[in-house]
C-alpha cells in the first residue's frame, strides 16, 4: 500500500490564488457591460494592526493611469497600460508577452473600512493601498432612551 506524501501549505497556497485567478476571469464574463480584459494583475489582500492592506502589481504604470474608488463595499482598481507605440516604421517585434489594454480589480470589502483614511501608494511598480478598519458595530447593544409624553 502506497501512500501520498502529505500537501503542503504552500500547495494549497498556490491552488488558492490560482483558484482566485480563474474565477476573476470568469467573473468578468458574468458582466454584460464590460468586456473581458487583455491583463489581469495579480493582487494580495491581507489585515495587520487594524488596518486592510491591498498590493497590486502593476510594473509599468504610472499614477496618472490608475483609479482607485470603493463603491457598495467593493474596493475597484482601473488602470491602463498602453500598447508601446515606436517610433519607427522599420521596427517589427519579434516577441510581444508584456500585456497591455485596459484592467479592472474589483476586491469585496467583507469588514468596514474608512475610505476617508483610506492611502495609495505607487512604487517600484507595485501599487499599496491601505484602508483602516472600522469598529465594526453589528451586535453592540445600544440602548435608545424612551422619553415620557407629557399631556397638556
Not at 490560482?18 to 457591460?33: A, C, H, I, K, Y
Not at 483614511?117 to 499599496?128: E, K, W
Amino acid at each position: 500500500m502506497t501512500r501520498k506524501p502529505p500537501v503542503r501549505l504552500t500547495d494549497l497556497a498556490l491552488l488558492h490564488r490560482e483558484v482566485n485567478q480563474l474565477f476573476e476571469r470568469l467573473s468578468e464574463f458574468d458582466r454584460g457591460d464590460r468586456a473581458p480584459t487583455g491583463w489581469v494583475p495579480p493582487v494580495d489582500v491581507y489585515e495587520q494592526k487594524g488596518k486592510l492592506y491591498v498590493v497590486v502589481e502593476v510594473p509599468g504604470l504610472v499614477p496618472e493611469s490608475l483609479r482607485v474608488s470603493q463603491r457598495d463595499r467593493q474596493l475597484i482598481i482601473t488602470g491602463e497600460r498602453r500598447m508601446r507605440r515606436t517610433q519607427h516604421d522599420s521596427i517589427a517585434f519579434l516577441c510581444m508577452e508584456r500585456p497591455h489594454g485596459r484592467f479592472t480589480r474589483t476586491i469585496p470589502l467583507d469588514v468596514a473600512v474608512n475610505v476617508a483614511q483610506a492611502q495609495a501608494r505607487l512604487s517600484h511598480g507595485v501599487l499599496s493601498i491601505e484602508l483602516p478598519r472600522v469598529k465594526d458595530r453589528r451586535g453592540i447593544e445600544t440602548v435608545i432612551p424612551i422619553e415620557r409624553e407629557t399631556t397638556p
